[in-house]
């Protein structure tokens, strides 16, 4: 039976276990699915010289503990119709974090959020269609959530995702 690796368990950040040490094993099978992650149970215990059954509950414990947050494809925004992106700093009411984390979810083309340090409190990446498009969801979206008490919009003129893997000194 496969495992279903395309949805990682949704709980509350805050209730997440504490983290547990990884083996030299656990490191190569995040390599090897960072790399590849469509790569079969079969191949991953191949390449890490461990039985299937091994691989298998290994990759499902680093799922349940929350190590491997889910599993996606790499998108090319403007190729798949959303030209235009920006970085939107936001200043926030304080203490409003929860609320406004749900909020910046719920729109259309959120790619990122995090809450930070430093000149503002939260980083939110967007991809939309077009600047028509990004200049409503700032305006008419943004500006309309009511702890929201400044933005700061950044166009993305070209970038260039790394897809950097975890090194073993790293872990």
Same mark, same amino acid.
């Given at each position: 039976?496969?495992?279903?690796?395309?949805?990682?368990? @949704?709980?509350?950040?805050? @209730?997440?276990?504490?983290?547990?040490?990884?083996?030299? =094993?656990?490191?190569?099978?995040? *390599? =090897?699915?960072? +790399?590849?992650?469509?790569?079969?149970?079969?191949?991953?215990? &191949?390449?890490? %010289?461990?039985?299937?059954?091994?691989?298998?509950?290994?990759?499902?414990?680093?799922?349940?503990?929350?190590?491997?947050?889910?599993?996606?494809?790499?998108?090319?925004?403007?190729?798949?119709?959303?030209?235009?992106?920006?970085?939107? +700093?936001?200043?926030?009411?304080?203490?409003?974090?929860? +609320?406004?984390?749900?909020?910046?979810?719920?729109?259309?083309?959120?790619?990122?959020?995090?809450?930070?340090?430093?000149?503002?409190?939260?980083?939110?990446?967007?991809?939309?269609?077009?600047? *028509?498009?990004?200049?409503?969801?700032?305006?008419?979206?943004? @500006?309309?959530?009511?702890?929201?008490?400044?933005?700061?919009?950044?166009?993305?003129?070209?970038?260039?995702?790394? %897809?950097?893997?975890?090194?073993? &000194?790293?872990?």
């Amino acid at each position: 039976m496969a495992p279903s690796w395309d949805q990682a368990p @949704q709980g509350d950040e805050d @209730q997440v276990p504490a983290p547990r040490p990884l083996d030299a =094993i656990d490191r190569d099978i995040l *390599r =090897i699915l960072q +790399t590849d992650g469509r790569a079969s149970v079969r191949s991953v215990a &191949e390449r890490v %010289h461990v039985s299937r059954a091994n691989a298998y509950a290994r990759i499902n414990r680093l799922i349940d503990d929350g190590v491997i947050r889910g599993f996606g494809a790499r998108v090319n925004h403007e190729r798949a119709g959303q030209g235009a992106s920006a970085y939107i +700093t936001l200043k926030i009411v304080q203490n409003s974090w929860r +609320t406004v984390r749900e909020k910046l979810q719920a729109l259309p083309g959120a790619a990122h959020i995090a809450l930070v340090s430093g000149d503002f409190d939260v980083l939110l990446l967007v991809h939309t269609p077009d600047n *028509r498009t990004l200049r409503e969801l700032v305006l008419t979206r943004l @500006q309309a959530i009511p702890e929201v008490l400044s933005t700061r919009t950044l166009l993305v003129f070209e970038e260039t995702d790394l %897809h950097r893997r975890i090194a073993a &000194e790293e872990m």
